[in-house]
């Protein structure tokens, strides 16, 4: 696989790691979550930032792309997220993972509006068992936890809104990246998003909970910072930089795969064996994805 796709290869197992850093913040508003881990991925990368700001400067349509970013990627989609699991239960197996699972349609769409990516028959094909191959990865034997009831409807919107967010942001931000450093983008992504997410704080009415993160909570959030939050994002920016955004949402889908070994390896839960089958198909697709990256994606 090629150095760009192998990063962002990278960055997605770090961020299906996340939940295991994120299960002792359960009592902690998801606002609250993104507010500090922004804030403190901000503060470890602020003095990189202040160096590359004196070397690179961004255009109007650059700082439009990064604050759009921001605000969809680092704030919304987290929240829409987190909003649709709650809805549920917090069900792994359910129509929120379902949807969530369209994000890559989303990416080619905004990755030919914005970058003029045109994908070929090719990788439609590979996508495609990508995609049905991450289907059958988060639901063992294809069975999927619809549930009954307005929640589940009111989740499968949230989860559809997160998806829209996260993958135009993939877009976007290859955008940004083509004339700047991962560096550069990582740090004004995270400068941007901190004063979106307070804002958000004071007007969800979640001020109250900024002062009630205990020591230990304050070291799982820097924890995050140094591992599955901002340090992973630098990994995957650096490997955007230099993968076409319709090939990285693919090879994004080791996301999923790590949580379900995680899953798997942690805390016992059982796979089935259309799991197995399906992540070793999942990971030849992205091989095939990735390594005929210009070929796939004119």
Known sequence: MPFGPLLIFAAAILWGLDGLLRRSLYDLPPITIVFYEHLIGLILIAPFLVSSWRRETLTRKEWGALGIVALFSGVLGT?????????????????????QKLQPIFTVAAARLVLHEQVTRKYILWAGIALLAGFFVTFPNGVVNIGEGGAYVLAALYAFLAAVCWGSSTALSRYALISHSNT??????FLLTVPIALL???FLGATLSLGSVTVS???TLTLIAVSTGMVALWIYYRGLKSTLASVSTIVELAFPLTAVLIDYLVYGTVLAWSQYLAGTLLLFAMYKIASRDRAMVQ
């Open 79 to 99: 929240l829409f997220f987190t909003t649709a699991l709650l809805k549920v239960g917090f069900i792994a197996f359910s129509v929120v993972f379902l949807i």
């Open 184 to 189: 550069f983008v990582t740090g004004l992504r």
């Open 200 to 202: 958000l704080v004071i």
């Open 217 to 219: 909570q304050g070291l």
